[in-house]
């Protein structure tokens, strides 16, 4: 299978079988390429109904959460050339932390953490620390403070996951 960069167009891996699998057919010793940008050995997948929109994989690296839906059965394969990074991308009224081969959004990176402005609220962030578990939700009251929240959490997960994490000008 052939993969292309999807902004010059030209050849960017060339793989004997397609990196996007369906989640229900990924298992235990089974092996997946994560939004880390590496070959990783799954551990655990949670069983899931019909009723689940979440999977969470267990590899011998990391835990990576995923949304399963009818539109959207497959994992992302995240191309193998490109460098990965952990980013924070900031928009008017949001922010995300992602791993991603460069900032901005768009389908181009794995969600990791995220905040939005709540009308009169300030801004509600979302995270899972451990890369699995419970959601943990915090409030600030500006957006600066989101930010630099967000910073702080970039800085976690790219720890944790073995990345490096994206600044201005470069990786660091």
């Known amino acids: 299978m052939t993969y292309r960069d999807e902004y010059t167009d030209q050849v960017e891996h060339e793989c004997p079988t397609a990196l996007e699998r369906k989640v229900d057919e990924m298992g235990a010793g089974g092996l997946v390429f ?15 109904g019909e009723i689940h929109a979440r999977v969470t994989l267990t590899t011998d690296r990391c835990v990576w959460q995923f949304w399963r839906s009818d539109k959207h059965p497959y994992i992302d394969g995240w191309k193998a050339s490109p ?4 980013v924070v991308n900031e928009g008017v ?18 969600v990791l953490a995220s905040a939005h402005q709540v ?22 009251e ?5 930010r630099s929240e ?18 201005e000008g470069g990786a660091r």
């Open 34 to 48: 994560t939004p880390a940008g590496r070959w990783e050995t799954i551990v655990e997948r949670t069983p899931h």
């Open 83 to 86: 460098p990965r990074f952990v």
């Open 93 to 110: 009224s949001h922010l995300e932390v992602a791993v991603a081969a460069r900032p901005g959004f768009g389908p181009r990176g794995h």
């Open 119 to 140: 009308r009169g609220a300030g801004w509600k962030i979302q995270d899972q620390p451990g890369g699995g578990g419970d959601v943990e939700c915090v409030t600030v």
């Open 142 to 146: 500006s957006k600066a403070k989101a």
């Open 150 to 167: 967000m910073n702080r959490r970039a800085r976690a997960h790219a720890k944790r996951i073995g990345v490096s994490l994206w600044r």
